[in-house]
């Protein structure tokens, strides 16, 4: 019986071995994925599209008939030369990467320092709302906001005396950042946000420390040394976010001074910090996305609902458990070597996989679209759509009377939902509800979720409207019971600016 004993330990601790070789092995594995690669462009090579500034891309791309095409091409643009099939295929999520482009004016016109000064005067900037002052130095950081606006006399004392600046959420302020990001948000199937950073030189605002999003560092003006260390974001808890001292993070995997014109990327997880160079500064923007969008994320709304269904449909997730089940279970029990035990871990376990024939994956994806939704940014919206829009309808006070007041929809108009990606279609109870972020707020989550419940008789139609994006329907074609319904419904979409017509109305 000793010898049993004595094997049965052996046995474990030989697993325990196995089972960290397995996951240095795999550690390492990932270390050598990991190592960044670096993309270094003649000056030869032109822009994408054969468009010179942003404004002319963007230009373009407003003449793009699909909003994910308009996406897609967008981001290609944000990353040239890397094709994007290629970058999320080898490097989404699993390295740094560098483009050093040797065009300083390649990013022109997506924000600068002068567009920083004009916001600071015309808008209403609070401290520590939509601006951080911060410094880093001896090893400390530090956040010196003061209460209430920030006022350039104030902001650009502290700049002068070594401090950075982050503004928070710019697309609140900048139309083109906004357009940017609403743009990109169909892309990712995930919030894009940003922030900008402005660093005087020979200074550094912020400690190293890792981030839970995706970033796309933008150098727009001077330089910035950054260093990037490795950190495994497959086994971190990302929402504890810290900083580190030198010490800790060791010697980079990565280290790089970006140029105006330059893109970093690096994935959620990786340890980095950038500091300015002596004889310049630094503005560069920092696009993100992915907060919160892990399978895990998907679990934690998937596996409470599968419980209270498994709880409400077998009996066998109502059973009682075992009378003395506190004597040789939990942590004050672990170590014991009781037959009881390995029971009780089987009857979880048994449990566990069944528990995915209870789950209403479906409903917690829809659950996962509302949040998306809501942390969206509305569209910009084209000239185009605008002039078709409800948001562009002649309606006026013209000579003492109301003009053109009422949108002039019949069977034969033709539409289409405003976007893509802006709309969503899901149970809510009883209810259906189409939830949709034409009339979110640049701020975020400065409203409330917009929706509006759907007569069951109209759930048909709206999906069809989804569907046949991006051509254009006629009210006619909707699937509904009427001709008065078809007229109805189309009037109601149209007022809440989730469709627009071919032709202004």
């Known amino acids: 019986q000793s010898d049993d004993k004595t094997f049965e330990k052996w046995r474990e601790n030989t697993c325990q071995l196995l089972l960290c070789t397995s996951r240095c092995l795999q550690n390492y594995l990932l270390l050598l994925r990991s190592l960044p690669c670096r993309y270094i ?19 373009e791309l407003a003449e793009v008939n699909n909003s994910r095409e308009r996406a897609s091409k967008l981001f290609q643009w944000l990353i040239s030369p890397i094709p994007a099939k290629a970058f999320f295929r080898e490097t989404w999520e699993k390295k740094p990467i560098i483009v050093q482009r040797k065009n300083p004016n390649y990013y022109k016109g997506l924000f600068s320092t002068a567009e920083f000064d004009r916001i600071l005067r015309q808008e209403d900037v609070q401290y520590g709302v939509n601006l951080d002052v911060t410094s880093y130095t001896n090893g400390k950081r530090e956040t010196h906001n003061p209460p209430g606006r920030a006022l350039p006399f104030t902001v650009w ?19 083109t950042v906004w357009n940017v990001l609403s743009i990109l948000q169909e892309q990712f199937g995930s919030m894009a946000g940003a922030n900008v950073y402005l660093t005087p030189p020979g200074t550094q605002g912020f400690a190293p420390h890792y981030d839970d999003i995706e970033a796309f560092v933008v150098q727009l003006e001077g330089k910035k040394h950054w260093r990037i260390a490795v950190f495994f974001i497959l086994f971190l808890n990302l929402s504890i976010l810290a900083n ?93 070597d009781d037959p009881r ?53 002649s309606a006026r006070w013209e000579r003492g009377r109301t003009v053109d007041v009422g949108a002039k929809i019949t069977a034969q108009t033709k539409v289409r939902v405003l976007r893509a990606g802006c709309t969503r279609l899901c149970s809510d109870g009883d209810a259906v509800c189409l939830y949709y972020t034409t009339d979110n707020s640049r701020v975020y989550h400065k409203e409330e979720l917009k929706s509006l419940e759907v007569k069951s008789e109209h759930t048909d139609a709206i999906e069809f409207l989804m569907h046949s994006y991006p051509k254009f329907v006629t009210v006619g074609s909707f699937p509904c019971d009427s001709a008065d319904d078809r007229i109805a419904l189309a009037e109601l979409l149209f007022e809440r600016g989730i469709i627009h017509t071919s032709e202004p109305v």
């Open 41 to 59: 462009i003649p000056k030869t090579v032109p822009c994408v599209n054969g468009a010179e500034t942003l404004d002319v891309l963007l230009a």
């Open 157 to 175: 004392d502290f700049y002068e005396s070594g401090c950075s600046l982050r503004m928070l959420n710019p697309q609140a302020f900048s139309s």
């Open 244 to 336: 580190f001292n030198q010490a800790e993070i060791g010697k980079p995997i990565l280290e790089v001074v970006l140029e105006a014109g330059d893109l970093l990327y690096f994935p959620r997880g990786f340890i980095h910090q950038g500091d300015c160079l002596p004889d310049v500064h630094s503005l560069h923007i920092t696009i993100s996305s992915y907060q919160k969008n892990s399978w895990g994320d998907l679990l934690l709304k998937v596996v409470p609902a599968a419980l209270e269904i498994a709880m409400e449909e077998d009996v066998e997730y109502r059973q009682g458990l075992p009378l003395d089940y506190l004597t040789y279970m939990g942590v004050q029990n672990s170590d014991k």
């Open 341 to 393: 035990r390995a029971k009780f871990f089987s009857r979880i376990e048994s449990l566990m996989k069944k528990l995915s024939n209870y789950a209403p994956v479906d409903a917690a994806v829809d659950q996962k679209a509302r949040d998306f939704l809501h942390d969206c940014l509305p569209p910009m919206l084209t000239s185009d759509e605008l002039a078709t829009s409800v948001q562009g309808a």
